[in-house]
């Protein structure tokens, strides 16, 4: 069966739209008249959905195009905070225990009209198909992360789909929580560099050159900093293009080079040696690793098969080809902690608690007290960089302006004593 979305009159004439399965459009229009509702458009929906990627206009069975479906699926976007919210209703209806294609009729009803809701009813044709509900979120891995369908395939097969499902919400949402912690405290330094920038920018190619004129006409000589000033100032006005498209240029290049498995490589060590940057760049992906790898081996995943899906959690490819390297050590039959000291790129205190835990049999809760701690340096950190870097700014900024006014006044100043 395929999914339709449809738009519609009822019998009291009030608009409707939904969504509907049916083997083809031509029923579901028949499934629509014989619910009370007289279809005006019926539009097969999306399969494969991508995140954040819009699908192509569809038609109808006479072949009109609907535009407007087009233009709200490039619009629409499926959020993180979207899934979890999802995934705990999802949760509270299994843990009900409802059977699982009741539970995601149900959850249908509760989600709103758009990208998602048509993705759960994708996901549940495909359950009604006889497919089970992993293999079912994978058909939206752009929706749904490797990690996401790991551990629903280890709830299903352990019979602990409901746990499972409120693990990962509970995950999901930490993301979020962590994700927002982050912008949030950049955001303030951000529009400072930014606006600042802006107003300097504005001085210098508009302000400046109206005032500098004057000097110019006067053919005195001027002092080095309204030299360096105005030739600055000529510099943007003249070769602003120049500097705009080499701007473009080498960042397109630098993305180019960055998707490239040696180009990231580079970038990513390059990262981790920048000083403080580097630091927290270091704690944040072991922040994650650590507490992904202790949510999947909570939830019943191989240790081999954890670090395989965690890897690509830390999106750094340097730290990636140590868990790589840890894991073929794995299989060769030593422990977690030894492989990832010998790589230098983990710190001791996480090795050495790591160690700990599988020493104790408590490797899980040991990683989640390593999560924990390194989330709080980060937060301690960059709160600490964020307080230090609004009074540099402002310094900075008005070391800036401060050499703009003394460029200007020089000048002035000995004008006047040729006057006098």
Request: zero cysteines; hydrophobic letters at 50%.
């Amino acid at each position: 069966m395929a999914v339709y979305e449809y738009r519609g009159l009822t019998t009291e004439g009030r608009d409707i739209s939904g969504i509907i399965d049916a083997d083809s459009p031509k029923t579901a229009r028949a499934k629509l008249r014989q619910s009370g509702i007289y279809p005006t458009d019926v539009v097969e929906g999306a399969g494969e959905v991508s995140y954040g990627a819009g699908s192509s206009a569809q038609s109808d069975r006479s072949g009109r195009a609907l535009p407007w479906l087009s233009r709200l699926r490039v619009a629409e976007r499926v959020g993180m905070m979207e899934v979890s919210l999802m995934t705990r209703h999802l949760a509270t209806l299994t843990g009900a225990k409802l059977p699982l294609m009741e539970a995601l009729s149900a959850l249908m009803d509760q989600l709103e009209k758009g990208e998602l809701k048509r993705i759960v009813a994708g996901v549940r044709e495909r359950v009604k198909e006889g497919s089970s509900l992993a293999m079912a979120l994978g058909q939206y891995p752009s929706v749904f992360s490797e990690i996401y369908i790991n551990m629903v395939r280890a709830g299903e097969a352990s019979g602990t789909l409901d746990g499972m499902l409120l693990r990962l919400a509970d995950y999901l949402e930490y993301q979020v929580k962590l994700r927002n912690q982050l912008v949030a405290t950049l955001t303030y330094p951000a529009f400072m560099v930014v606006i600042g920038g802006l107003i300097l920018l504005g001085l210098v190619t508009f302000i400046v050159p109206k005032i500098t004129l004057i000097f110019e006409e006067v053919h005195q000589v001027l002092p080095w900093p309204t030299v360096i000033l105005i030739a600055v100032s000529h510099f943007l006005n003249d070769y602003w293009w120049i500097i705009l498209l080499a701007g473009v240029l080498g960042v397109f290049a630098l993305q180019q080079y960055i998707r490239t498995p040696a180009g990231r490589i580079q970038y990513d060590r390059f990262m981790l040696r920048m000083p403080v940057v580097g630091r927290v760049t270091l704690m944040v992906a072991i922040s994650r690793f650590t507490r992904t790898l202790s949510t999947l081996l909570t939830s019943g995943v191989p240790l081999l098969q954890a670090l395989d899906v965690v890897r690509n959690v830390v999106q750094n490819a340097v730290l990636a080809e140590a868990i790589d390297r840890a894991r073929q050590n794995i299989g060769e039959g030593q422990s977690l902690a030894e492989p990832l000291r010998k790589s230098g790129m983990f710190p001791p205190l996480v090795t050495h608690m790591i160690a700990v835990g599988e020493k104790s049999g408590d490797l899980e809760p040991m990683l989640v007290k390593v999560s924990e701690a390194y989330d709080n340096e980060v937060e301690a950190i960059v709160g600490t960089l964020t307080a230090l870097l609004t009074p540099v700014m402002i310094l900075v900024m008005g070391g800036v302006i401060g050499f703009i006014v003394m460029a200007i006044l020089l000048p002035i100043f000995e004008l006047s004593q040729i006057v006098r």
